[in-house]
Nanobody, 114 residues
């Protein structure tokens, strides 16, 4: 059974950058699109970004355009999806989840401080 694991979260100062990775184990997600969502405690989980199976088409939420990019890892495109986050601000503080084919990872905490 495929499992998704996020990594790369942490503390970062306003204006800084973080790179989140989502790695599939027990299988591959090369045949389906992948997504990133985020959730602030007490709020609904919101869409952040998606990428298609081939990696040639991406979609970003308006709130992160210009600062975030989603891609399939150049060295491991079949098993790793990356969310590169730049120009971070406190509003980006949340738990970030990757998902695909109905599966979800456990989440990675991102905290942006002033």
């Amino acid at each position: 059974q495929v499992q998704l694991t996020e990594s790369g979260g942490g503390l970062v100062q306003v204006g800084g950058s973080l790179r989140l990775s989502c790695v599939a184990s027990g299988g591959t997600f090369s045949r389906f699109g992948m997504n990133w969502f985020r959730q602030i405690p007490g709020k609904r989980r919101e869409f952040v970004a998606s990428i298609n199976s081939g990696g040639g088409s991406t979609l970003l939420a308006d709130s992160v355009k210009g600062g975030f990019t989603i891609s399939r890892d150049s060295d491991d495109a079949d098993n790793t999806v990356v969310l590169q986050m730049t120009s971070l601000n406190p509003a980006d503080t949340a738990v970030y989840y990757c998902s695909g084919d109905g599966l979800w990872g456990q989440g990675a905490q991102v905290t942006v401080y002033t």
